[in-house]
């Protein structure tokens, strides 16, 4: 018979020593970086109670019954509430104080103040089936929901993990109601409960894995992420732009390139300071960032120049697009320390379709053009126009020409 094979105190003491094992890690996880990694807290408590509570499962042929039987179910629902939560936590949602008590007291009063829960091993079954497949269902449930706003790789698979565990745990309770199982070692014996207990060493082995994996690729995601982002302004760096601009233009799809360069920048940090300077960055990044249209790119290029690239807008769009963005910079209202400080941008713009998908020459010519707006007294928005005598010189040596009235000259 299975049950004569499978070991239940066996299993308990192996899935002590595993648990124990990777709380210690989670322990070490949460020490490291308390701010980021708060949910390895939850889940190294949730480990070490499971350990407890595998102790005293495994302790039954010899140990007190209230002990074994009580406070072991009872920390055993504790140690699903307590992974719960770290769920919770790990996706930045609120976690119920209630619903983590929730599972530990009906298990605890139904098993001392309900005699058919206390002196029947199969009602105890159902009971704490009931609890551990609920817990095991949300986790589940939590996970898969977070899948498209943080698609971490073992997302899927740490959902799959909890969703079938909850789903085979649950059959436990038709199994306890149709096949009830006599105890010996003062325990259930039977085939079926035998199996029910190595699924859920094997769950408990997986769910301690996929913990330690999101926590990895959370890490890795976030190292990714901050290499491509501007660390004063949030918005992305010049690298990443550039890295997403290649793959814009190697479609050849329509699109506009626009380069915004504050106007008098030095005078502000020289007259307010640079943490006003700063203040005018981050509020600029956020007034364009705000404006965007979806699919656009928008990067801090270096210092107080940034660039924005409009695809499929045609330089007469692109330059309606940017004078309404230059209207909403001029109308910003920014204060430091009690002083006013204004702002405004100037702006200068190239299309693929007049200049072509390469971005050096495309980057020219806005550049050629803000230079243009620039030397036309700032705050101004100017396209880059070819001249048809000088478009073939331009194009061999891929650098603008500024026209004496201020017209770039790509």
């Not at 140990?63 to 920390?75: D, H, Q, S, Y």
């Not at 996970?143 to 943080?150: G, L, S, V």
């Not at 698979?157 to 436990?172: D, T």
């Not at 209207?327 to 072509?356: C, M, P, W, Y």
């Amino acid at each position: 018979m299975i049950e004569d094979v499978i070991s239940i105190s066996t299993l308990m003491i192996c899935t002590f020593l595993a648990t124990t094992v990777v709380g210690i890690f989670m322990l070490q996880v949460w020490l490291t970086d308390r701010r980021h990694a708060a949910a390895a807290g939850y889940w190294c408590l949730s480990m070490w109670v499971g350990s407890l509570c595998t102790i005293l499962f495994a302790l039954r042929p010899v140990g007190p019954p209230l002990l074994t039987v009580g406070l072991g179910n009872a920390l055993g629902a504790c140690g699903y509430a307590l992974m719960w939560a770290g769920f919770r936590v790990f996706d930045r949602r609120r976690v119920y104080p209630a619903v983590v008590l929730a599972g530990p007291l009906a298990w605890s009063l139904l098993y001392l103040l309900v005699p058919p829960v206390t002196g029947d091993v199969n009602n105890r079954i159902v009971v704490i089936s009931v609890i551990i497949t609920a817990y095991s269902l949300w986790i589940g449930a939590d996970i898969w929901r977070e899948r498209r706003t943080e698609p971490l790789p073992t997302r899927v698979l740490a959902a799959f993990f909890f969703l079938s565990h909850g789903i085979i745990y649950s059959l436990r309770i038709p199994m306890a109601i149709l096949a009830p199982a006599p105890i010996e070692h003062g325990t259930a014996y039977s085939a079926w409960f035998a199996i029910f207990s190595l699924e859920l060493f094997a769950h408990t082995i997986l769910a301690a894995v996929a913990m330690l994996v999101l926590i990895k690729e959370r890490g890795e995601a976030l190292y990714r992420k901050a290499s491509r982002t501007d660390a004063l302004t949030g918005i992305a760096n010049r690298g990443s732009f550039l890295d997403d601009m290649q793959k814009r233009l190697a479609d050849r799809s329509p699109g506009t390139l626009m380069i915004f360069d504050l106007d008098r920048f030095k005078a502000i940090n020289d007259t307010h300071g640079h943490v006003a300077g700063d203040i005018v960055l981050k509020r600029f990044s956020a007034r364009i960032s705000a404006g965007l249209e979806a699919n656009m790119l928008f990067c801090r290029f270096g210092g107080e120049e940034f660039a924005l690239y409009a695809p499929g807008h045609d330089i007469a769009r692109a330059e309606q697009f940017a004078e309404g963005l230059r209207r909403e910079v001029e109308a910003l209202a920014i204060s430091n320390e009690g002083r006013d400080i204004a702002v405004s941008v100037s702006i200068g713009l190239a299309d693929v379709a007049t200049f072509g998908t390469d971005f050096d020459r495309l980057h020219s010519a806005a550049d050629a053009a803000l230079y243009a707006a620039k030397e036309g007294g700032r705050n101004q928005v100017m396209r880059a126009v070819p001249t048809a005598g000088l478009a073939d010189l331009a194009e061999r040596m891929r650098a603008p020409v500024i026209s004496p009235v201020g017209i770039a000259i790509g």
